[in-house]
């Protein structure tokens, strides 16, 4: 986020995860000064518990219950978002989401604007792989209010010109701002390394190319074909049960109709990629940092090693005492943070690290990355390691469960991919049954030296030339030039 | 930049209920217990059994204002430092006793303060005791410790400042904006005097500003009350309040009596932006509370007057924002835009002002104001709902106005805020004030100041 008023923080505010080192603490018995006291008898976390219910209409509601702050979420998910973009159309789900609150047959979009800050909320459209939602939190008492504007601005958008033409504008800036940024463009390009020409390999917010082809008709035909009940569930979170929650929905959505037509197949997610196991550095002259990368093909999200793959993130480079930011921060400060990063997706993932460092570094920090991934696919983690890294997993999960948004996501995740709703009960459970022996073979099977790609975007002069040395298939590419909608990276032969 | 030190606490001040009956939503106040230990140290209790976490925050009266000279951005590598040996704990010990038995951890430094923050499951609330004490007293930092933690935070600038689009800009506003105050220096610092710093200044700073009588205890969360006021009274009661004085900033920033204008550049600048900032004043002023209100009718949620303005109708802004920081001492007040692309910072300069103006002297209808003033507390309340989110809003409380009291009653003054007040704060801080205007474009040479600086280890 852009801002003035950003925290010098010990810790990069995005990574929320913890974990590594040797967790051995001196203990003592008593309580003098001299020694650290022991912990006392745990309590135990409760879970909140999620329940549904499914409208004859098709629309499945999903609620987890807690009642602690008069606040409520509520989110319109589709079980599909841009995997669904057109080839040549990238970013047409994101901005079809994003134009749901730009005027309906009753409002206008300032009227909708004006309408979701009076009731304390903002509604935020945009879609994402696998979704597209749209939510807003407000009060208890202004929940009834809240989802009429909600299923107004889901069923009724109109797509009017002048707004689709506000929205495309907005997104190519935003993504002039990406691509002005090491991190954002090392992203883009990883995205490609892995998923190459599948529908995950495209950018999900357009491209500089795409957006302009976009017409109103493609967005009236996108809505059409996949904005409807039997497309969508309708979480809620907070201060709210299954009853009232199915009633209100009732009112807004009972008498949304799915169209005749069959749900459209999804593509596939998982293509064929030329920049799999290549070196990749990415120009973008003068600026003051590199942001190094090294990408994988993972698991997707109903994998049954996808536990295993959680743990092997936690333990890799899921938080701070992670494996990654100790060996690049921690020993050496070479990074204001490194951590890892898997993807799970309905049909693929991806599994890799990343990190920022001074261009002149860059080198060395693939080289440590690298060091990393090898490590753990070979020796399976100490078990106080271990141990310490699924603490730290099991603790930001109850702390994500103490806000309504964090409650939302966790089980908006699990209702998108049609996985059961109590799996939030089993999650801590899950996580600590995996072994090391089951972190190292995720670790093996998934980090391993075939198809890695490495990709490192920043000011190239600084740090080319070391890295070809180091990693001879290297291939050196000007940001600027990025065709974000070619597989390859490059614009293709013929227009 | 690096105004404010939470963007959740930002808005401190919150309202209790919008004016109609028939909308009244009751915020229960934040319920704490606050007491001060022989040695100085402030200790505040919140307790709530809600969730079995709790959170333990050390709120430091130190902060980047109080940077030795030639040391820009030594409070903030001191924060880092915090973190490595004391005489009985090892370096990254806090995350053993934290992120490893599932806990989180954090610090942060502002202009004001420099704060240090965990949250743990309750049953290690003793420990975490023990260990602020620890190193409240006995930090005991090696050389190679610091070198390597100066190293991250070299890296840290280089990725706020260097490597992100508009971070020279955020940098450069208090350089620019202050006349003598020291929030003109940046906190993050400069990497030339990040390495003149040593071993000696650490010890001296600690020694210095790093004390019982210079700090702030806040426990909140499942904690036995009778327990936790043993505990502290076991780690923190014994530790010395040293008798030498604590050198507390004097210098006072004076009412601008100019407009003054300035370029900033950066290497990757793809759409240009521009900063206002006017003076406000400190946070404790009755006004603040009115700014802020203010601050919102302008840039909080799409349908604020900027957003709808600049970026929704005239489509000259990528993005826009108002706010007014109050600090301890005289903050900022500052508008910021990113141009859409195509145009130029005059246009947004221009349009904002326009804004503040028509707000500031034309009638605010009563259901703007109760708009803003539901989205206020919606927020306040979203901040709030765990043990740690009151922690912070407390100490904010503490820190920037004086006061814990005014977390609760701060919501209290929010409600009765008028459209006379906005328009009168507005016209005394901003319309009839003096201005700093920045323009923030690409350098002409893309080659850089980065590598000459960043690159040179």
Not at chain 2, 226 to 243: C, H, I, M, S
Request: glycine share 8%; proline share 5%; with cysteine.
């Amino acid at each position: 986020m852009i801002g003035l008023s950003i925290p010098l923080a010990r810790k990069m505010l995005a990574v929320v995860l913890l974990l590594a080192g040797t967790g051995t603490t001196t203990l003592a018995a008593d309580s003098s000064n001299d020694a650290l006291p022991e912990p006392g008898p745990a309590r135990k976390v409760t879970i909140p518990v999620a329940q549904d219910k499914t409208l004859p209409n098709g629309l499945r509601i999903v609620v987890a219950n807690r009642a602690v702050t008069p606040l409520v979420s509520v989110a319109l998910f589709l079980r599909s978002g841009a995997e669904v973009d057109p080839p040549k159309l990238a970013g047409l789900s994101d901005l079809t989401a994003g134009l749901l609150d730009k005027g309906t047959a009753k409002r206008s979009a300032p009227q909708i604007a004006e309408a979701a800050d009076a009731l304390g909320g903002s509604l935020g459209g945009g879609a994402g792989f696998d979704n597209s939602q749209v939510s807003i939190t407000v009060t208890t008492p202004k929940l009834g209010a809240a989802l009429d504007l909600l299923a107004d601005v889901v069923r009724h958008a109109t797509f009017a010109q002048e707004e689709i033409d506000r929205e495309r504008k907005q997104m190519l800036d935003n993504l002039r701002l990406a691509l002005s940024q090491p991190g954002s463009v090392a992203r883009f390009v990883a995205a490609r390394a892995v998923y190459g020409d599948g529908a995950y390999g495209h950018s999900a917010g357009g491209t500089p190319a795409s957006l302009p082809r976009i017409r109103r008709a493609d967005i009236v035909k996108l809505h059409e074909a996949y904005f409807r009940p039997d497309n969508a569930v309708l979480v809620f979170a907070g201060d709210i049960d299954l009853d009232h929650a199915a009633q209100a929905a009732k009112q807004s959505f009972g008498d949304w109709k799915a169209p005749a037509a069959p749900l459209p197949q999804a593509p596939a997610g998982q293509g064929k990629s030329s920049l799999a196991s290549t070196t990749l550095a990415i120009d973008i002259p003068g600026t003051g940092q590199a942001a190094v990368s090294a990408v994988h093909r993972g698991i997707a999200r109903e994998a049954k090693d996808y536990y295993a793959g959680v743990v092997a993130d936690a333990v890799l480079g899921g938080s701070y005492s992670a494996r990654l930011n100790e060996e690049i921060r921690i020993k050496r400060g070479l990074s204001y943070g490194a951590g890892s990063s898997l993807e799970t997706r309905r049909q693929a993932g991806s599994f890799g690290g990343s990190a920022q460092t001074k261009n002149s570094s860059a080198v060395e920090v693939v080289g440590l990355l690298l060091g990393e991934f090898d490590q753990l696919g070979t020796t399976p983690p100490p078990a106080d390691e271990l141990s310490a890294r699924k603490a730290t997993l099991s603790g930001n999960f109850g702390f994500t469960l103490e806000t309504t948004r964090g409650l939302l996501g966790e089980v908006a995740g699990l209702a998108v991919y049609g996985l059961p709703l109590d799996e939030l009960a089993h999650y801590l459970d899950k996580v600590q049954a995996v072994s090391a022996e089951q972190v190292r073979d995720f670790a093996r099977a998934n980090l391993g030296k075939d198809g890695r790609s490495i990709i490192v975007a920043g000011d190239a002069q600084q740090f080319a030339a070391a890295l070809g040395k180091a990693y001879p298939a290297m291939e050196r590419l000007s940001a600027a030039a990025l065709d974000l909608d070619s597989p390859t990276l490059k614009p293709t032969s013929k227009k | 930049m690096l105004r404010r030190l939470l963007i959740c606490l930002g808005l401190g001040a919150m309202v209790l209920a919008s004016a109609h009956a028939s909308d009244v939503l009751s915020i229960p106040p934040i319920a704490f217990k606050q007491r001060t230990l022989g040695n100085g140290l402030q200790v505040i209790g919140i307790e709530d059994h809600t969730s079995p976490t709790v959170a333990v925050q050390v709120w430091y009266h130190v902060g980047s204002k109080d940077d030795p000279a030639g040391r820009s951005g030594f409070a903030h590598l001191f924060e880092h430092l915090m973190f490595k040996s004391t005489k009985r704990l090892k370096a990254e010990q806090f995350d053993r006793l934290t992120e490893d038995v599932g806990g989180h951890n954090n610090a942060s430094t502002n202009d004001d303060f420099t704060n240090y923050f965990e949250a743990v499951p309750s049953n290690h609330l003793q420990r975490l005791l023990w260990a602020e004490a620890e190193r409240m007293a006995n930090l005991n930092v090696i050389d190679e410790n610091f070198k390597s933690e100066r190293a991250v935070v070299e890296e840290e600038l280089r990725q706020r400042v260097l490597a992100s689009p508009y971070g020279r800009l955020f940098n450069a506003v208090p350089k620019d904006a202050y006349l003598v105050h020291p929030y003109k220096r940046p906190g993050i610092g400069s990497i030339e005097e990040l390495e003149a710093a040593s071993l000696e200044d650490v010890i001296a700073f600690h020694s210095t500003f790093y004390r019982p009588d210079y700090a702030t205890l806040i426990v909140s969360g499942d904690f036995d009350p009778a327990q936790l006021d043993r505990w502290v009274d076991a780690y923190f009661g014994p530790l010395p309040k040293p008798a030498t004085p604590i050198p507390h900033v004097t210098a006072v920033e004076p009412a601008w009596d100019k407009d003054r204008r300035y370029s900033e550049h950066g290497s990757n600048v793809p759409l240009p932006a521009v900063v206002l900032a006017w003076l406000s004043p400190p946070a404790r002023d009755a006004d603040d509370v009115a700014l802020s209100v203010a601050a919102a009718l302008l840039s909080n949620g799409d349908s604020s007057r900027l957003h709808q303005a600049l970026v929704y109708r005239q489509q000259i802004a990528q993005r826009v924002n108002f706010s007014s920081d109050g600090q301890a001492d005289n903050g900022l007040i500052t508008s910021f835009a990113i141009l859409a692309s195509g145009h130029k910072p005059e246009e947004a300069e221009q349009a904002i002002l326009a804004e503040v103006k028509t707000l500031a002297t034309t009638p605010i209808a009563a259901a703007e104001l109760d708009k803003i003033k539901t989205k206020i507390v919606t927020q306040a309340l979203a901040g709030r709902e765990t043990a740690e989110g009151k922690a912070f809003a407390v100490g904010s409380a503490v820190l920037l106005k004086g006061d814990a009291g005014t977390v609760n009653s701060d919501l209290v003054a929010l409600q009765a805020v008028t459209a006379d007040d906005v328009q009168r704060v507005l016209k005394k801080y901003v319309l009839d004030a003096h201005r700093v205007t920045i323009d923030y474009t690409q350098q002409a040479d893309k080659s850089g100041d980065a590598p000459a600086k960043g690159a040179a280890k």
